[in-house]
Nanobody
């Protein structure tokens, strides 16, 4: 199984980025997908999740990205996306995509992980 995340980079505050995660070696449509992020010195945190059909979106308990980030998936392309708008310096982190058959917020419930892509937001 391979999850290949891409699309990170350096962007100014207020800007946008779109992350992609291409999956291979698993039945993509049979897995719920999520994006996590980990900032330096902090624990990995759940950002957004999407059910295997795309019909259910799960948000983190905090409202830190609500209204700014959107998750979507294309099962025909085995790819999940994270559209990030109105980026803030506090969004700076390594972003990871992950796959699970147990649609939950906890990182330990995810079976497969991408390698991470760095997002840096300058003020």
């Amino acid at each position: 199984v391979q999850l290949q995340a891409s699309g990170g980079g350096l962007v100014q505050a207020g800007g946008s980025l779109r992350l992609s995660c291409a999956a291979s070696g698993l039945t993509f449509s049979g897995h719920d997908m999520a994006w996590f992020r980990q900032a330096p010195g902090k624990e990995r945190e759940f950002v957004l999740g999407i059910s295997r059909s795309g019909g259910i979106i799960r948000y983190a308990d905090s409202d830190s990205v609500k209204g700014r980030f959107t998750i979507s998936r294309d099962n025909a392309k085995n790819t999940v996306y994270l559209q990030m708008n109105s980026l803030k310096p506090e969004d700076t982190a390594v972003y990871y995509c992950a796959a699970t058959k147990s649609f939950a917020l906890g990182a330990t419930t995810y079976d497969y992980w991408g390698q991470g892509t760095q997002v840096t937001v300058s003020s």
